[in-house]
T-cell receptor, first 115, second 109 residues
Framework: EAQVTQNPRYLITVTGKKLTVTCSQN?????MSWYRQDPGLGLRQIYY???????DKGDVPEGYKVSRKEKRNFPLILESPSPNQTSLYFC??????????????FGDGTRLSIL | QKEVEQNSGPLSVPEGAIASLNCTYS??????FFWYRQYSGKSPELIMF????GDKEDGRFTAQLNKASQYVSLLIRDSQPSDSATYLC?????????FGSGTRLLVRP
């Protein structure tokens, strides 16, 4: 089954404690992306990757890091989480950059709470 | 000004009615437009995309695009309670999608 898998689904942690949210896709997609979703603000892109070893900042990259060492994996790293990073996070992938005939497949989301 | 604007709603319509969801965008050079549906607690799923001015129909859904007015809309005919969700408008930017904050639709039985 084609899917994007995120882990963990839920996490409550404390300020400053490094965490990683994993994202893996089994569709051999080149393009992967991380979003955060906050009430009233919609989905905002954090980082994206056009292919292995190619990553770039989205609209809200501050406080986040990513890596793309393998095509299937695109982890999101919070080196020193702060309460303003409490949010719902989605990973998404598509064959290439988002287009109508190449829709993005979204993971189920990760709800992070930073105390 | 936000790049993609939507009324947050909720938009409440009776079952069987036409629901009309609207979206405006600021970049006049935008070429591709998308509508995603997101049920509460779930991930977004693509339901329509449109590139050209005019209407595009798919089942009960019709997307309408007016580039001169920088306006894109989604019509849902014969609305069902199962259509109750948040509808996200997205515009293709440089190597990414730019999303609006979404309109919540409630279809009353």
């Amino acid at each position: 089954e084609a899917q994007v898998t995120q882990n963990p689904r839920y996490l409550i942690t404390v300020t400053g404690k490094k965490l990683t949210v994993t994202c893996s896709q089994n569709m051999n997609h080149e393009y992967m992306s991380w979003y955060r979703q906050d009430p009233g603000l919609g989905l905002r892109q954090i980082y994206y990757s056009m292919n292995v070893e190619v990553t770039d900042k989205g609209d809200v990259p501050e406080g986040y890091k990513v890596s793309r060492k393998e095509k299937r994996n695109f982890p999101l790293i919070l080196e020193s989480p702060s309460p303003n990073q409490t949010s719902l996070y989605f990973c998404a992938s598509s064959q290439r950059e988002p287009r109508g005939n190449q829709p993005q497949h979204f993971g189920d989301g990760t709800r992070l709470s930073i105390l | 000004q936000k790049e993609v604007e939507q009324n947050s709603g909720p938009l409440s319509v009776p079952e069987g009615a036409i629901a009309s969801l609207n979206c405006t965008y600021s970049d006049r050079g935008s070429q591709s437009f998308f509508w995603y549906r997101q049920y509460s607690g779930k991930s977004p799923e693509l339901i329509m995309f449109i590139y050209s001015n005019g209407d595009k129909e798919d089942g009960r859904f019709t997307a309408q695009l007016n580039k001169a007015s920088q306006y894109v809309s989604l019509l849902i005919r014969d609305s069902q309670p199962s259509d109750s969700a948040t509808y996200l408008c997205a515009v293709r930017g440089s190597y990414k999608l730019i999303f609006g904050s979404g309109t919540r639709l409630l279809v009353r039985p």
